[in-house]
């Protein structure tokens, strides 16, 4: 196989990057006394970095206090000879983050990088730095891509648990040495709070780290800005983002259950009772824990596509911002649907113009799976498919338009991933099974969840005629990490067959399921 070795830069995490862990533990966490520099500022929260391509790439940090963010990159770990990058004032307008952008980069190199924090008053008083490392998109098609996608953390009460080690998740998905990681939704709970304890159905107690704006559902903005903060204190998650960039996408909780715009609340947990200004909020706290440069502009939005190269275009969906309610889903028209009349528009443009051997549909809904929303008792749909195995209805009707416009245009390529309903599965479509036939076959496949509870396999609706190849789901709902069930996936591309194989992991790295699909296909 053409792809770097495993071994990589993975190794960096045994070494220099454990050294440096108690520098970036939050104090409450127990970092040394002796190492912090009093009055200085501290990146606690530790670095990460996202919208890499072959020349650039954005370095995100949060500081303690006012400060002013210094990035310093280098050919090699000893930062021998380096070069300067000038970054933003980081104040409570943004929660104390920021992000600054690389460029000129050397295309396909492991670029290390440091950040330094600077006093606003005195430039010369700078905190310790946290340092980090990413690869730069390779423009050479024999080099290979590999990637790792799951979602959901800290959902249904189970938080970082100091007993078990945290999300260990992340170091069986580092050992892979992934060029990226996509990060299908569910970043957070927002309206999910952390107890100290939960009592386990075998008479155990899971112990959770805690915080005061985990205590509750959020909000304010402090408490959505506090939720991401909280996931931040696992040393497991801070050492994967240092060396791994991550490629970001929301769902619901990271506002609030199956949400929708124009929804009004009836949860007596909460006070504030407008969907959208809780979305507000939550989509303010997402820009600025995360470095997408397009959420950051005006009007900015989570919908883009990311170039990998000549073997791989991401395309990251918002299922979300521009959903209509959550319905039947049994009405004959529906232009808005699941995605909205831009963003499918958008979509079926930027398929049509990608290049690249193969298109992955980031979704942070699958298609065939029936999602329930039972509101109020309502018969209500959350995702796509309404459990009628006929005609396309509702929002089916958009995605037929869209996978009808994929087989007439005849785009190569397209694979579909998801997570959301905490097992993992993997599907094919096919229209010899479907009611609605005018597609080609295509593939998708599910993982998660990264720390949350486990739930049973969705039923499948025939609508697009697919047919669960592979499904590993417990049979009782919301079983905690201690049961297992936690999940991720693998993407591998070969540079020179241009084969893509999927493996579906367990927590630790273990293979359940591998599926190799072959490149130049309209249908596999």
């Given at each position: 196989?053409s792809?770097?070795p495993?071994p990589?830069?993975?190794?960096?995490?045994r070494?220099?990057?454990a050294?440096?862990a108690?520098?970036?533990?939050?104090?409450?966490?127990?970092a040394?006394?002796?190492?912090?520099l009093?009055?200085r500022?501290?990146?606690?929260?530790?670095?990460?970095?996202?919208?890499?391509t072959?020349?650039?790439?954005?370095v995100?940090v949060?500081s303690?206090?006012?400060?002013?963010?210094?990035?310093?990159?280098?050919?090699?770990?000893?930062?021998?000879?380096?070069?300067?990058?000038?970054?933003?004032?980081?104040?409570a307008?943004?929660?104390?983050?920021?992000?600054?952008r690389?460029?000129?980069l050397?295309s396909g190199?492991?670029?290390?990088?440091?950040?330094?924090l600077?006093?606003?008053e005195?430039?010369?008083r700078?905190?310790?730095?946290?340092?980090?490392s990413?690869?730069?998109?390779?423009?050479?098609?024999r080099?290979?891509?590999?990637?790792?996608?799951?979602?959901?953390?800290?959902?249904?009460?189970?938080g970082?648990?100091?007993?078990?080690?945290?999300?260990?998740?992340y170091?069986?998905m580092?050992?892979?040495?992934?060029?990226f990681?996509?990060?299908?939704?569910?970043?957070?709970?927002?309206?999910?709070?952390?107890?100290?304890?939960?009592?386990l159905?075998?008479?155990?107690?899971?112990?959770?780290?805690?915080?005061?704006?985990?205590s509750?559902?959020?909000?304010?903005?402090?408490?959505?800005r506090?939720?991401?903060r909280?996931?931040?204190?696992?040393?497991?998650?801070?050492?994967?983002?240092?060396?791994?960039?991550?490629?970001v996408?929301?769902?619901?909780?990271?506002?609030?259950?199956?949400?929708?715009?124009?929804?009004?609340?009836?949860?007596a947990?909460?006070t504030?009772k407008?969907?959208?200004?809780?979305?507000?909020?939550a989509?303010?706290?997402?820009?600025?824990?995360?470095p997408?440069?397009?959420?950051?502009?005006?009007?900015g939005r989570?919908?883009?596509?990311?170039?990998?190269?000549?073997?791989?275009?991401?395309?990251?969906?918002?299922m979300r911002?521009?959903?209509?309610?959550n319905?039947?889903?049994?009405?004959?028209?529906?232009?808005?649907?699941?995605?909205?009349?831009?963003?499918?528009?958008?979509?079926?443009?930027?398929?049509?113009?990608?290049?690249a051997?193969?298109?992955?549909?980031?979704?942070?809904?699958?298609?065939?799976?029936?999602?329930p929303?039972?509101?109020d008792?309502?018969?209500?749909?959350e995702?796509?498919a309404?459990?009628?195995p006929?005609?396309?209805?509702?929002?089916?009707?958009q995605?037929?338009?869209?996978?009808?416009?994929?087989?007439?245009?005849?785009i190569?390529?397209?694979?579909?991933?998801t997570?959301?309903?905490?097992?993992?599965s993997?599907?094919?479509y096919d229209?010899?099974?479907?009611?609605f036939k005018?597609?080609a076959?295509?593939?998708?496949?599910?993982?998660?969840?990264?720390?949350?509870?486990?739930f049973?396999?969705?039923?499948?609706?025939?609508?697009?005629?697919p047919?669960?190849?592979?499904?590993?789901?417990p049979?009782?709902a919301?079983?905690?990490?201690?049961?297992?069930?936690?999940?991720?996936?693998e993407?591998?591309?070969?540079g020179g067959?241009?084969?893509?194989?999927?493996?579906?992991?367990?927590?630790d790295?273990?293979?359940?399921?591998?599926?190799?699909?072959?490149?130049?296909?309209?249908?596999q």
């Open positions: 196989m792809h770097r495993l990589g830069r993975r190794s960096v995490l070494g220099s990057l050294a440096s108690a520098l970036t533990l939050p104090v409450g966490l127990g040394a006394p002796a190492l912090a009093s009055g500022p501290r990146a606690g929260w530790g670095v990460q970095t996202g919208d890499v072959a020349d650039s790439g954005l995100w949060r303690d206090r006012p400060a002013r963010m210094i990035v310093e990159t280098s050919a090699t770990e000893s930062f021998r000879n380096t070069r300067r990058w000038p970054g933003p004032l980081l104040g307008g943004t929660d104390f983050t920021g992000t600054t690389l460029h000129g050397p190199q492991e670029i290390h990088y440091r950040v330094l600077a006093d606003p005195d430039p010369r700078t905190g310790e730095p946290v340092a980090g990413f690869r730069t998109v390779s423009a050479r098609r080099d290979g891509v590999r990637f790792v996608w799951s979602g959901d953390l800290a959902g249904q009460g189970w970082i648990n100091p007993e078990l080690g945290g999300y260990r998740i170091d069986a580092a050992a892979l040495d992934p060029d990681f996509l990060c299908s939704g569910d970043n957070i709970y927002a309206d999910g709070p952390i107890g100290a304890t939960v009592a159905p075998d008479g155990r107690t899971w112990r959770n780290v805690t915080t005061e704006e985990k509750k559902v959020a909000e304010t903005l402090a408490e959505f506090g939720n991401f909280y996931n931040l204190l696992d040393e497991n998650l801070r050492a994967f983002n240092a060396r791994v960039p991550s490629i996408q929301w769902d619901d909780h990271e506002v609030t259950n199956n949400w929708y715009p124009g929804e009004i609340l009836s949860d947990r909460y504030e407008s969907v959208d200004v809780l979305a507000a909020r989509r303010q706290a997402f820009s600025e824990y995360f997408i440069s397009t959420l950051r502009r005006p009007g989570v919908y883009r596509v990311q170039h990998h190269g000549p073997l791989l275009d991401v395309f990251v969906l918002d911002t521009h959903r209509n309610a319905s039947p889903g049994d009405q004959g028209t529906d232009d808005q649907g699941i995605l909205g009349e831009e963003q499918l528009a958008w979509l079926k443009r930027e398929l049509s113009r990608s290049r051997v193969w298109k992955v549909i980031a979704s942070d809904m699958p298609l065939g799976l029936v999602v929303d039972a509101t008792g309502r018969p209500n749909i995702a796509v309404q459990g009628d006929g005609v396309p209805l509702g929002r089916e009707l995605i037929a338009e869209l996978l009808r416009f994929v087989k007439h245009r005849r190569t390529g397209t694979v579909w991933l997570a959301d309903v905490h097992y993992t993997a599907q094919h229209p010899s099974r479907a009611a005018d597609f076959p295509f593939w998708e496949f599910v993982s998660g969840p990264l720390n949350a509870g486990a049973p396999a969705n039923a499948l609706d025939g609508t697009f005629g047919d669960r190849v592979f499904v590993k789901a049979t009782t919301n079983v905690s990490p201690v049961g297992g069930y936690q999940f991720f996936g993407v591998d591309i070969d067959s241009g084969e893509l194989t999927v493996r579906l992991r367990e927590q790295g273990t293979v359940l399921f591998t599926k190799v699909l072959q490149p130049g296909r309209v249908g």
